[in-house]
């Protein structure tokens, strides 16, 4: 049974990255008018938690090069450490990460996987870019090599905290891998908040009532078809009770548009 239920586990894994390919671009749509600005604030030693294809990298502080070449300021981020439990993200994380001035190298402490190679280093001055297979939702399965880079200077969360097995875990794990005086910066799917909440920024518009209730109906079904997503979660306010910052500062936004941003407001 057990050679059975993996083979289950990379066909669901496969099935969402391939998915993924596509709907990650209506999401980036929808993200980007807020994460553009989150990303600037990045700096330092990075950990991505659950990166996926890290379409986002562009989004981070970038320099024109003397060769003419518009990459990530290796002046403002040290190193970069992507923590990504889904093999199949691989393909595309590497090339995007290359793409935007990193130089890739796999952990084969946790990718034993022949057929993903390191990047071929070709030119000086490349930031470092370890990718890195698990997630954060045990203190004591995180892998070794994220120990070894710690501690960061910034932490990062995109639209993966909703499907963390143990989200809660997650964040006390974020707090203790971040450096003293360092930054968590994070986009999460949220259930919607309740109408004229402060925190609110965008969406006023939007029956949030209406629209929780359509989370809690398709919730299960989502959470089959999003690989684990779950919609219902209310993620902004278990950061802000995770022990151990320094401050919170976040805001919700409710997302129209297609049918399914109304399924998908946002923390950040």
């Not at 991505?48 to 989004?59: N, R, T, V, Y």
């Not at 919730?219 to 910052?245: D, F, S, Y």
Request: glycine content about 8%.
């Amino acid at each position: 049974f057990g050679g059975i239920s993996s083979r289950i586990a990379a066909f669901a894994d496969w099935a969402f990255s391939f998915n993924w390919s596509s709907e990650s671009k209506r999401q980036d749509e929808r993200a980007n008018p807020y994460r553009s600005q989150l990303w600037l604030d990045v700096t330092g030693k990075v950990l991505e938690l659950g990166p996926g294809f890290s379409s986002s990298l562009k989004l981070l502080p970038h320099k024109t090069t003397s060769a003419g070449q518009y990459l990530a300021n290796s002046e403002v981020i040290q190193s970069y450490t992507a923590l990504e439990p889904n093999p199949f993200m691989y393909g595309g994380l590497q090339k995007n990460a290359e793409a935007n001035g990193f130089r890739v190298k796999f952990d084969r402490n946790t990718i034993a996987d022949d057929t993903v190679h390191d990047t071929a280093v070709t030119s000086d001055g490349l930031i470092p870019f370890d990718i890195v297979r698990g997630t954060l939702d045990d203190p004591g399965q995180i892998p070794q090599l994220v120990l070894d880079n710690a501690p960061y200077d910034t932490v990062i969360t995109s639209f993966s905290l909703c499907t963390a097995k143990d989200p809660e875990a997650s964040l006390k794990n974020i707090v203790q891998l971040l450096k003293p005086g360092g930054t968590y910066i994070f986009i999460e799917h949220i259930r919607h908040p309740p109408p004229n909440d402060p925190l609110l920024v965008d969406g006023h518009d939007i029956d949030g009532v209406f629209w929780s209730r359509m989370q809690s109906l398709f919730n299960p079904l989502w959470n089959i078809i999003g690989h684990g997503c779950h919609i219902i979660r209310e993620t902004g306010k278990a950061i802000e009770q995770t022990p151990g910052w320094e401050s919170v500062d976040y805001r919700y936004a409710r997302i129209g548009g297609d049918i399914l941003s109304y399924f998908v407001p946002m923390a950040f």
